[in-house]
């Protein structure tokens, strides 16, 4: 395998779009005899094969719900033995959805995924802290191999208290680290404490994960740390570390010879053309022990093959906007979780932005929004200045509750519907 020292697999990643489409093809042919043996694809009509690319379009999609059902084994196409590994989703609304690996899944993988890490600036010489969560979830383990394939000396430090992954940072001079986005809160929080300044330690990139943060939580954390954030993506039915932002930051490069995206219109369920916003829909081209075809990820984005300045030719997703459950029907109106975090950062002189939750339920057949926020200092005052301001930007009237946040190394769950209990 060739590589440069900014791009890990230019064969693949700097390829033209008609070469690559000639992989995909053939790589999806494979896929399509694989599927004809798993319970899942069994009565959806697949085609024996395709000969162009934009075939794939056609064929129905996939969703969540299939998946689950086909719970534990039924997305198997090929016999148990085969496998090595399995991952789920943490399965928080039903059963979980399992990822198979075999041997072969595994070492592309780590192929993958490393060329993700490598993009986002990680290299050999990197001591580099872990603190996705081990076991069942991709993003810890998953990652770490792919790390290790890079040559990165890993510390799998895990969901570990924030005190013990501080002293690693500064012990054992770590040089990058990669967690779930609102867990850099907590850390930021326990520098204060121990009176430590994160920029005497040797950070040079940080990769936040797992959860949409917007532009104004980058630079928060980048003032904080002194150090770079980088976006990834990825997702526990398809794979972790799937995408992730080069030093242009100008959205994240998917590997295209591993998926086929696509970026369909929610309702109509049409391909939106690129450039556009939509749900991001997913094909693994490349995993044998239990493929998935046309995967609707519930992922808003948008999608450009343009060449981007690093010379890589994969092409990118948009950051993650949000997610398609996200978006909340309140008292008649659309609602984005993501509106209400604009508008406390542009509030963040008296509110702290981060760790905000919002409870929604019915008090006698009206709908009723209750904003949980931290505010800088707790006064009647801050609390009117909060009610004010969400009515003038969002045109909804929000009941304010005034708390500490205590943030987890979970992802933060922010909505929490309550209207049909
Ligand atoms: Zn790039």
């Given at each position: 395998?060739?590589?440069?020292?900014?791009?890990?697999?230019?064969?693949?990643?700097?390829?033209?779009?008609?070469?690559i489409?000639?992989?995909?093809?053939k790589?999806?042919?494979?896929?399509?005899?694989?599927?004809?043996?798993s319970r899942?694809?069994?009565?959806?009509?697949?085609?024996?094969?395709?000969?162009r690319?934009?075939?794939?379009?056609?064929?129905?999609?996939?969703?969540?719900?299939?998946?689950?059902?086909?719970?534990?084994?039924?997305?198997?196409?090929?016999?148990?033995?085969?496998?090595?590994?399995?991952h789920?989703s943490?399965?928080?609304?039903?059963?979980?959805?399992?990822?198979?690996l075999?041997?072969?899944?595994?070492?592309?993988?780590?192929?993958?995924?490393?060329r993700?890490?490598?993009c986002?600036?990680?290299?050999?010489?990197?001591?580099f802290?872990?603190?996705?969560?081990?076991?069942?979830?991709?993003?810890?383990?998953?990652?770490?191999?792919?790390?290790?394939?890079?040559?990165?000396?890993?510390?799998p430090?895990?969901?570990?208290?924030?005190?013990?992954?501080?002293?690693?940072?500064?012990?054992?001079?770590?040089?990058?680290?990669?967690?779930?986005?609102?867990?850099?809160?907590?850390?930021?929080?326990?520098?204060?404490?121990?009176?430590?300044?994160?920029?005497?330690?040797?950070?040079?990139?940080?990769?936040?994960?797992?959860?949409?943060?917007?532009?104004?939580?980058?630079?928060?954390?980048?003032?904080?740390?002194?150090?770079?954030?980088?976006?990834?993506?990825?997702?526990a039915?398809?794979?972790?570390?799937?995408?992730?932002?080069?030093?242009?930051?100008?959205?994240?490069?998917?590997?295209?010879?591993?998926?086929?995206?696509?970026?369909?219109?929610t309702?109509?369920?049409?391909?939106?053309?690129?450039?556009?916003?939509?749900?991001?829909?997913?094909?693994?081209?490349?995993?044998?022990?239990?493929?998935?075809?046309?995967?609707?990820?519930?992922?808003?984005?948008?999608?450009?093959?343009?060449?981007?300045?690093?010379?890589?030719?994969?092409?990118?997703?948009?950051?993650?906007?949000?997610?398609?459950?996200?978006?909340?029907?309140v008292?008649?109106?659309?609602?984005?979780?993501?509106?209400?975090?604009?508008?406390?950062?542009?509030?963040?002189?008296?509110?702290?932005?981060?760790?905000?939750?919002?409870?929604?339920?019915?008090?006698?057949?009206?709908?009723?929004?209750?904003?949980?926020?931290?505010?800088?200092?707790?006064?009647?005052?801050?609390?009117?200045?909060?009610?004010?301001?969400?009515?003038?930007?969002?045109?909804?009237?929000?009941?304010?509750?005034?708390?500490?946040?205590?943030?987890?190394?979970?992802?933060?769950?922010?909505?929490?519907?309550?209207r049909?209990?």
């Amino acid at each position: 395998m060739k590589m440069t020292n900014r791009i890990y697999e230019p064969s693949i990643e700097c390829a033209s779009r008609k070469e690559i489409e000639r992989l995909q093809i053939k790589k999806f042919n494979r896929i399509l005899k694989l599927c004809k043996k798993s319970r899942l694809y069994k009565n959806i009509p697949l085609p024996p094969k395709i000969s162009r690319i934009k075939e794939i379009n056609q064929i129905p999609l996939t969703t969540k719900d299939q998946l689950r059902e086909s719970y534990p084994y039924g997305s198997l196409t090929l016999r148990l033995s085969k496998v090595i590994e399995v991952h789920t989703s943490s399965g928080t609304t039903g059963n979980p959805v399992p990822m198979f690996l075999t041997k072969r899944d595994l070492e592309i993988s780590n192929q993958v995924l490393a060329r993700t890490w490598f993009c986002n600036g990680i290299r050999e010489e990197d001591i580099f802290m872990m603190m996705g969560e081990y076991g069942l979830f991709t993003g810890g383990l998953l990652n770490h191999y792919a790390l290790i394939h890079l040559g990165a000396l890993v510390i799998p430090m895990g969901v570990s208290s924030t005190e013990k992954q501080i002293k690693f940072l500064k012990d054992f001079k770590v040089t990058s680290m990669a967690g779930i986005a609102s867990h850099y809160f907590r850390i930021l929080e326990k520098f204060k404490e121990l009176k430590i300044n994160p920029k005497e330690l040797n950070l040079k990139i940080a990769i936040a994960a797992g959860e949409p943060y917007n532009e104004e939580t980058r630079a928060h954390f980048e003032e904080g740390f002194g150090c770079k954030f980088m976006d990834q993506y990825g997702l526990a039915e398809i794979n972790t570390g799937l995408a992730g932002e080069c030093e242009y930051r100008c959205g994240l490069h998917l590997p295209w010879d591993y998926v086929y995206p696509e970026i369909i219109d929610t309702h109509t369920k049409e391909i939106l053309p690129e450039g556009e916003t939509g749900e991001l829909v997913l094909t693994t081209l490349d995993r044998e022990a239990n493929p998935v075809i046309r995967y609707r990820t519930g992922d808003i984005t948008s999608i450009t093959h343009e060449k981007c300045k690093c010379g890589r030719t994969t092409p990118r997703i948009s950051r993650i906007k949000g997610r398609v459950d996200d978006v909340l029907f309140v008292k008649g109106i659309k609602l984005c979780p993501s509106a209400i975090e604009s508008v406390l950062w542009e509030m963040k002189n008296i509110v702290k932005p981060e760790g905000w939750k919002l409870r929604i339920e019915r008090i006698k057949g009206i709908e009723e929004l209750t904003l949980i926020v931290e505010p800088r200092h707790f006064n009647k005052e801050v609390e009117d200045k909060i009610v004010c301001k969400l009515k003038e930007e969002l045109g909804i009237r929000f009941n304010i509750c005034l708390e500490k946040n205590n943030f987890s190394h979970n992802k933060l769950k922010r909505i929490i519907d309550l209207r049909s209990i």
